[in-house]
């Protein structure tokens, strides 16, 4: 039985403002992907990585991505995210028992979250999500009219990797409606019904969206970050 890890990294990244796509942006010389696959190989539970790149780009992602992980898949992605996943999954081989679905963009993420989010798998769990509290006061608008304030100790923020039954996470992305405004994975299983448990995320996993998250991702690499 192994653990695959399936890296969405086929988005534009148009909030970053780049002429490249998102994962292929690069931070201290190398592209965010790469960052995010050397802490995911470091990690020693993933047995088998996909990557799935935008359309014209699978021959120069495999290449970047072969000195990190030699036997590194690449496919190419769909319109949305979840056709994205959905394509990774389908190019999983059959032997994988647990996924790891991680977003190129949470290049920091840490070594140990991976162990973490696996272990809490392997433990039972159908679907795992590393969660952080959240640090704003969230409120729900419809447009500019507050409605309601959400109690804040009830709120967390959700990062990858997000771990899964192989089992499970297949049969929910191929029952999905396409379009739909699920905007993670385990957002998925709990639409149909399936328990999703947390582990503790990491302040490091944050996902590099806007051009202010890559000035932070390049001060956390400088030897004097904390
Ligand atoms: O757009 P967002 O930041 O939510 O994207 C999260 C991750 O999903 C990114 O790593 C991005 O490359 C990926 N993605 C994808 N295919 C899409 C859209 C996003 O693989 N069509």
Not at 102 to 114: E, I, M, N, S
Request: glycine share 8%.
């Amino acid at each position: 039985m192994r653990t695959a890890l399936v890296v969405p990294a086929a988005g534009r990244g148009d909030r970053l403002g780049a002429s490249r796509p998102k994962a292929l942006v690069p931070l201290a010389g190398e592209p965010l992907l790469v960052h995010a696959l050397r802490r995911a190989a470091a990690s020693d539970v993933v047995d088998v990585v996909v990557v799935v790149a935008p359309a014209g780009a699978c021959d120069e992602v495999r290449s970047l991505l072969q000195p990190v992980v030699p036997d590194v898949l690449v496919v190419p992605g769909g319109a949305e995210r979840q056709d994205s996943v959905r394509a990774g999954l389908r190019a999983l081989p059959a032997d994988v028992d647990v996924v790891l679905v991680h977003d190129a963009a949470r290049c920091l993420t840490p070594p140990d979250v991976f162990a973490l989010v696996v272990a809490a798998v392997r433990a039972g769990a159908a679907g795992v999500v590393p969660v952080l509290p959240v640090a704003d006061t969230v409120k729900r608008v419809a447009g500019q009219t507050v409605l309601e304030t959400l109690d804040r100790s009830e709120l967390v923020a959700v990062q990858t990797p997000q771990g899964f039954s192989a089992d499970v996470l297949r049969t929910v992305h191929e029952a999905a409606v396409p379009g739909s405004a699920v905007t993670d994975d385990a957002g998925m299983l709990e639409a149909l019904g399936h328990g999703v448990r947390t582990v503790p995320g990491h302040e490091r996993a944050f996902k590099v969206t806007r051009p202010i998250d890559l000035l932070l991702a390049q001060a956390l690499l400088s030897p004097e970050a904390p």
